[in-house]
């Protein structure tokens, strides 16, 4: 099918061919029945049901009028006729592939699509303040092609996946790290980096990231909104710190709210004026961050309580050595799920914890960790692996076998590989932890 549109004001002129044979991807339909031609010119009837040929590929009814070209041959072949004059595809139209890479921006979007031959359809930069517009414009390239689109993991892609998703007939997740060493040394342009989404999409090489549901989602946000209230914090305790060292007054071990007041009703009369406003200012501002972080707390526990799905295997593995309701949500949020990986080595990669690899012929070496994935869940297993050698004997005679070869940072960082592994394995047996059967490699 081809048709060609001219002045939406004037007269429309459109060509419709329904071939005996053909080929879906050059635009031929099968109808069974012969070469059946519609030449110009051609009725009105005929003209709305040409344009309305791509609601029939989506499934939805042609309407028709009574003894037009369109309604010739009662539905054989391609159509069936239902009342009304009503016409109906026997099956839907299979539309051409249409790639499509979109380079995402806090501004814009750059949008770059080809067909599977390698022809270039899409070129087009768009405002993302105007969703509406982002919104309309999927909505037309989906009724003319089968949209299979791509868009690279920036921190910011959740709103262009749950608009764009419902209008595609697929969207992937690109891992943007290996998209870019992909890229070779194609010059960094916006529209250089949707094509080479586009290129990977149609070469089916597409490195893709995973996409968490909205539930989980959420549960991710709650973790890292109280991640980001805990390091403000702990940069207030520092300044107090600080301006402590700055006056040689040494304050308390433990800097919270409670045993700061204490400290600097003690001290008031040996501190400058300027000093006592800093120090007012700053513990006003950590008790605000405190009661926020409990405030957080309560609703991360009352969030996995309610959900199910959360609650069973985060509850298997808080009872792990230096694990607790917080370490637990937090490996299991950002994980997406324990039992997902079906080897320890898969989750140990793919957060971070799997050391570098360089390798050539007859040489081997290993370098420091890769570090890939998120951040928070490598920080929040180190400190639980503290807390283990802190309070669990077996553990911490292993530490200190390891610490004797190894140094306490590289010691500390295995553990809490070993302690990631262990979590993997009791959501893949869905057993409860058992002290005796821990295992070191």
């Known amino acids: 099918m081809m048709f060609v549109e001219g002045d939406r004001t004037g007269r429309i002129e459109m060509e419709l061919r329904l071939m005996g044979s053909g080929d879906s991807h050059s635009g031929r339909l099968f109808s069974g029945e012969g070469l059946s031609h519609i030449a110009r010119p051609v009725s009105p009837a005929t003209l709305r049901f040409v344009a309305e040929l791509p609601l029939a590929a989506c499934g939805q009814a042609i309407r028709a009028v009574r003894g037009s070209a369109a309604t010739q041959g009662r539905g054989k072949g391609l159509f069936r006729k239902r009342s009304r004059g009503r016409l109906f595809l026997k099956e839907p139209l299979m539309l051409e592939d249409l790639f499509l890479g979109n380079d995402l921006h806090k501004d814009t979007i750059v949008l770059y699509g080809e067909t599977a031959q390698g022809e270039i359809l899409v070129r087009e930069t768009l405002p993302t303040r105007c969703k509406n517009q982002i919104r309309d414009f999927f909505a037309e390239l989906s009724t003319r092609y089968r949209v299979v689109a791509a868009v690279e993991s920036v921190g910011f892609y959740q709103w262009f996946w749950d608009l764009v998703r419902p209008l595609v007939a697929e969207l992937h997740l690109a891992d943007a790290s290996q998209v870019r060493a992909a890229a070779g ?9 949707a094509a080479t989404l586009a290129r990977l999409l149609r070469q089916k090489s597409l490195p893709t990231a995973f996409v968490p549901d909205p539930e989980l989602r959420e549960l991710r946000a709650l973790i890292r909104h109280r991640e980001r209230l805990r390091r403000r914090a702990t940069s207030t305790k520092n300044s107090m710190r600080m301006e402590m060292n700055k006056l040689g007054l040494p304050g308390p071990r433990d ?5 700061f007041h204490k400290w600097f009703t003690g001290q008031y009369e040996k501190i400058g004026l300027v000093a006592r ?3 007012s200012q700053l ?19 009352r969030k996995i309580e309610a959900t199910e799905r959360f609650r069973v295997p985060i509850m298997r593995i808080k009872d792990l050595p230096g694990f607790g309701l917080l370490t637990a949500a937090v490996t299991y949020a950002e994980t997406g799920g324990l039992d997902r990986f079906d080897e320890a080595g898969e989750i140990v990669c793919y957060t971070g914890f799997a050391p570098r690899t360089f390798q050539s012929a007859d040489t081997c070496r290993h370098g420091r960790i890769s570090k890939a994935g998120p951040p928070i869940i490598r920080k929040c297993l180190i400190n639980a692996a503290w807390t283990a050698v802190r309070s669990h004997p077996l553990v911490r005679r292993r530490f200190e076998r390891w610490c004797k070869t190894r140094g306490k940072k590289k010691s500390i960082v295995k553990l809490a590989a070993h302690m990631l592994v262990w979590a993997w394995a009791l959501e893949k047996k869905k057993t409860a932890f058992d002290p005796a059967r821990l295992a070191f490699n």
């Open 255 to 259: 800097l919270e709210t409670g045993t």
């Open 283 to 301: 513990a006003d501002h950590l008790a605000i961050l405190e009661r926020q972080i409990l405030a957080l707390d309560d609703e991360l526990e």
């Open 185 to 193: 040394r194609l010059a960094k342009t916006d529209m250089n980096d």
């Open 277 to 279: 406003l800093a120090f």
